[in-house]
């Protein structure tokens, strides 16, 4: 099985700690950077091959995973020289990709099954696979309905569940054919086109542990829980 991490983005909502460090390898705990703990869940999970997309500070990323082998990964590398998108660097690739792979972003804490998700998606026949988890949204306001100038319902800060992307996808190749290498192209655009051609993706709904580490609560919140979970997270630990 063969996965590719996108590890090119800036981080720029967890500045000032990626100023120096790309977000891929910001510290989680006192040992292990995100995208170390991602690279062993990847071979504990039948993974042994791995593509990282890299842009900024990518040479220190290509210093710190090399060829993969410390956790017995086959790795290569791929370089934006401008910005792609979120599903942009695969169109760079995409010729040397299998005909399913896995997608993800390298800056996600979780304890889902990665070949799970992949092994999924070739079982769905679906050109695309969301991984996908609960969200809780909380309203610090009064939440008003109206009709015609009418106040027709009210909810005092209300809590809202909504189903959203973790950043992990089973991809098959044939979803990005229509697309051209070198532009950008978001994940956005790929799951409207899908349901515009009435071919739409495999949802695989999740309900373990998750985290976007993108944002800087959660990054505070994953350094703060690592050490009870680090077993949970990193097999054999």
């Known amino acids: 099985m063969h996965a590719v991490i996108m590890a090119g983005g800036k981080g720029v909502r967890l500045r ?3 100023t120096a460090l790309p977000k891929p390898l910001v510290p989680i705990g006192d040992q292990h950077a995100i995208l170390e703990i991602v690279m062993r869940q990847l071979a504990s999970a039948g993974f042994t091959s791995c593509t990282l997309a890299i842009g900024h500070l990518g040479h220190i990323i290509r210093a710190y995973v090399g060829d993969g082998s410390q ?3 086959r790795v290569d590398y791929t370089t934006e020289d401008s910005p792609l998108g979120t599903m942009g660097p695969l169109l760079t690739m995409l010729d040397r990709l299998p005909e399913h792979f896995l997608a993800m972003n390298g800056d996600i804490l979780t304890d889902l099954d990665f070949g799970d998700v992949l092994r999924g998606h070739r079982d769905s026949g679906a050109p695309l696979t969301i991984a996908t988890h609960v969200r ?3 309203i610090d306001f009064g939440v008003l309905s109206t009709e015609s100038g009418r106040v027709t319902g009210f909810a ?8 959203v992307s973790m950043g992990v996808y089973g991809v098959s190749r044939a979803a990005l054919a229509r697309y051209t290498p070198g532009l950008p192209l978001g994940f956005d655009e790929v799951v409207l086109d899908l349901l515009a051609d009435g071919t739409p993706p495999h949802a695989y709904d999740f309900g373990g542990y998750w985290l976007d580490i993108g944002r800087p609560d959660d990054y505070d919140r994953a350094n703060a829980e690592f050490t009870a ?6 097999r054999g630990a």
């Open 16 to 18: 000032p700690y990626t």
């Open 71 to 73: 956790w017995g990964l």
């Open 136 to 138: 809780t949204v909380s």
């Open 156 to 163: 005092e800060k209300p809590t809202m569940d909504y189903r």
């Open 229 to 234: 979970r680090r077993g949970q997270l990193i």
